[in-house]
Every structure is written in C-alpha cells, then in structure tokens.
C-alpha cells in the first residue's frame, strides 16, 4: 500500500495532521475509559483506572500519522469511485481490512474482521445507479456469554471533493474523515490485546457522502438482529481544529457532540421532557457528560506521566 512522506503535501496541510496528533490522544483517552470504565453513565464517580491508563500510553503518534498519510494517498476515496490499483475507496477498503486482518487477535480468532456488502439503490440524486458499497467491521466479542451489551466505534472511509458528485477527482480527505478512521485503527490495534465482557465493533462505513448509507444499512441490520447497543462513538474529522463558520481555531481541545432532543420523540416523551425541563439529560447527553468527566480524570494523570 502507498506510503506518502510529508513531502507530498503542502505546509499548511502538513501543519492541520500534525495539529491533529497533538491532542488525538485525548479523544482516545474518553473513548476508550467510556467503554469500559462503567455500566452506567449516571451519578458515576470517575476514577483513574490503571488498565485504562496502560491503554492510553499505548497509543502511537507515528502510527496514527502513518495511517492518515497512507489513507490520504489513495487521492480519492469516494463511494462511487471506479475500481484501480493503489487509488479510490475499494484498494482503501482493502488496506484498513488488510490492517484488522493482521491483528493478532484476529489471527487468533477473537477478533473477526468481514466486509459487510449491501447494494444501494438508485436515488436520483447522489447515487445515479444501483451500486454495491460496504462496511468494514471488526467485531472483538465479548467474554461474558451472559452480557449482550455491543459498543460500536466507527468513523466514515469514503472522501468527496467540492462537487459530491465529482467521483474521480482528488480527495485525499486526511481529516474527512482519515482521521476518524485513523483513530479506530488505532483503538483497534490496542484494545483488541484486551478482553472485555460486552462486544466491541470496530465500524468503517461508506457512503457518508452520499446519504449517510453505511450507517443506514448497519443501524437496520442492528435493528434486524435486535443487538442490545449501549453507545456507538462516531469519530468524524477528529483532528479539523478550526471552525469553517466562525474561523476560531481551537487544537486544545476535543469536541464531543450529542442529541438533546431525540430525532424519533414521540408525542408522550416530548410531554414529558417539557414538563420536567430534559433537554440536558437524554442518554446521549449523559454519556458525553461522562466521556467529558473520564478525559478530564485520564488526561490529567496522562500528561503527569
């Protein structure tokens, strides 16, 4: 697979990966204590947790570096892009599966890594024709066979350029979102050593651009096979520090986004957020306030260190 050096790139693009493995760590931080570090979001006492710890120092900056370069260097990776050798979303596809696959604990059989396929049907709009794409998922099982709790960590392999349509086009996409898929390699990578009660997917979709049809299709298959999914961390443009609205620039800290109101409220549970003011307690909202909580307690034992 093609290794692109900084060469390659322009400075101010250079500067934005770099920007982004100055704190990429802490995101790992509240993602991987959140998983693991309690079975409820609420009323929790956050303590540092030595496990955790290890998992946190683990994280490699080179390597996180190496997959963005290596991601970005495939020049597009749109949904529909046509099938070539080193470049577009199938030889993308390939080197993130090629990565799971020589895991160890794929190798030992622990962790199984598959390519979900699903046909797409014409929408008359960004999908001009019937089209097969597919989910890279990588799939830890739990070690409790009584605990059928499933957490999902994902972020989106496919790139756009400024037309969405613009199918062969450069797209390096180094932080849409080759940083976000970067970062569950990464987790991969480390957390896959480990065991856990519940089951852990490690979730690369497509399609994003196109309508959010990766996610579509894993969210009906969840649904389908009625897995009881606790949290599902989306990482998108983890590593893109400057607001394209307000300009503000911002490398110091991670921004964590949740649902307030849901999108499917029916007419009683919207009675009932108003009558007792919880826009702010939803299960998303609790879970991020956590995820806040833990980093806080990790990333100051973190940089102590």
């Not at 080179?62 to 991601?71: C, D, I, K, Q």
């Not at 696959?101 to 890594?113: H, T």
């Not at 110091?252 to 919207?270: K, L, N, Q, Y």
Request: hydrophobic share 40%; with cysteine; aromatic share 8%.
């Amino acid at each position: 697979m093609p290794y692109f050096s900084a060469k390659s790139y322009n400075q101010e693009q250079v500067m934005q990966i770099n920007m982004w493995k100055k704190y990429a760590l802490g995101a790992f931080t509240g993602l991987c204590a959140t998983l693991f570090g309690a079975s409820s979001f609420a009323q929790t006492l956050v303590m540092r947790d030595a496990e955790v710890a290890k998992m946190v120092q683990a994280v490699d900056a080179e390597r996180l570096e190496e997959y963005v370069y290596t991601l970005a260097g495939f020049g597009t990776r749109h949904s529909l892009s046509e099938r070539a050798e080193g470049r577009g979303i199938d030889a993308s596809q390939e080197y993130v599966k090629a990565f799971f696959d020589a895991l160890p604990a794929a190798k030992a059989g622990r962790l199984e890594v598959v390519l979900d396929r699903f046909t797409v049907p014409a929408d008359g709009r960004r999908i001009p024709e019937d089209v097969e794409l597919a989910n890279i998922m990588a799939t830890l099982k739990g070690s409790d066979p009584q605990d059928d709790r499933v957490f999902i960590v994902s972020a989106h392999i496919d790139s756009r350029a400024l037309n969405v349509m613009d199918r062969s086009g450069e797209a390096p996409g180094a932080n849409d979102d080759g940083s976000g898929v970067a970062g569950v390699m990464e987790m991969a990578r480390i957390l896959s050593e480990h065991r856990f009660p519940a089951t852990l997917v490690f979730l690369i979709v497509t399609g994003e651009e196109q309508g959010l049809k990766g996610a579509e299709h894993m969210a009906k298959r969840a649904k389908a096979e009625e897995w009881n999914l606790v949290a599902m961390l989306n990482n998108d443009m983890i590593g893109n520090s400057r607001s394209s609205g307000t300009e503000l620039a911002d490398n110091t800290r991670v921004r964590i986004f949740s649902e307030g109101i849901p999108v499917a409220e029916t007419e009683r549970g919207a009675a009932i957020r108003r009558y007792t003011n919880a826009e702010n307690d939803s299960p998303s909202r609790q879970l991020a306030r956590y995820m806040k909580e833990v980093v806080s307690a990790m990333w100051i034992s973190w940089r102590s260190n």
